[in-house]
């Protein structure tokens, strides 16, 4: 798996980190997992910035936008250039008839240490976000899922809980 490197501030990452840890329980649930793909493709959002809300959630963070927008810019590069092609090889591997199996496990292995070096960067920037407001566990993860996935659809209504009421169900669950 990925080792420990620096990130593009000269920190270094770490990649088996609570964050991670979280996600890989949380994405075990096939529900959770194919909601959060349906979100992907649906909205274009970036299923690790979705966990990543829902984990500081967990800790009773309230993130306001400006953090979830510097978020998703702090990853842009590294999930546009890495994450997004590797992404595309393995899904064209499958599409050509799985001809290729052993060439597409290892793209996927590929892809899924990418997931974690994003994440890794997500988990060092999370060190660094100011004290904000803090509410209830189970609040802040539907507020701050929720407020990710209208900034992503573009809405300008407030927040809705229903917009991943699986991943957030599941959560609120996790948390209790």
């Given at each position: 798996m990925a080792e420990n490197a620096p990130g593009s501030d000269g920190r270094e990452l770490h990649y088996e980190n609570e964050f991670w840890r979280f996600s890989l329980r949380v994405y075990?649930?096939?529900e959770v997992a194919n909601e959060?793909?349906?979100l992907q493709?649906?909205?274009?959002l970036d299923v690790n910035i979705l966990?990543?809300?829902?984990?500081?959630?967990t800790r009773?963070?309230?993130l306001r936008r400006e953090f979830i927008e510097a978020a998703c810019q702090l990853t842009a590069r590294w999930r546009d250039n890495i994450v997004s092609p590797l992404r595309r090889v393995r899904r064209q591997l499958k599409a050509d008839g799985n001809r290729f199996p052993s060439l597409r496990e290892r793209v996927k292995a590929l892809e899924l240490e990418s997931e974690q070096i994003e994440q890794a960067m997500l988990f060092a920037y999370a060190q660094d976000l100011p004290d904000s407001a803090s509410m209830r566990?189970?609040?802040?993860?539907a507020q701050n899922v929720s407020e990710y996935i209208?900034?992503?659809?573009?809405?300008?209504s407030s927040p809705h809980q229903s917009a991943a009421p699986v991943l957030i169900g599941t959560v609120q669950r996790m948390t209790l």
């Open positions: 075990s649930h096939d959060c793909l349906s493709e649906a909205l274009g966990l990543f809300c829902a984990w500081l959630g009773g963070v309230v566990p189970a609040d802040a993860i209208a900034m992503k659809a573009g809405s300008m």
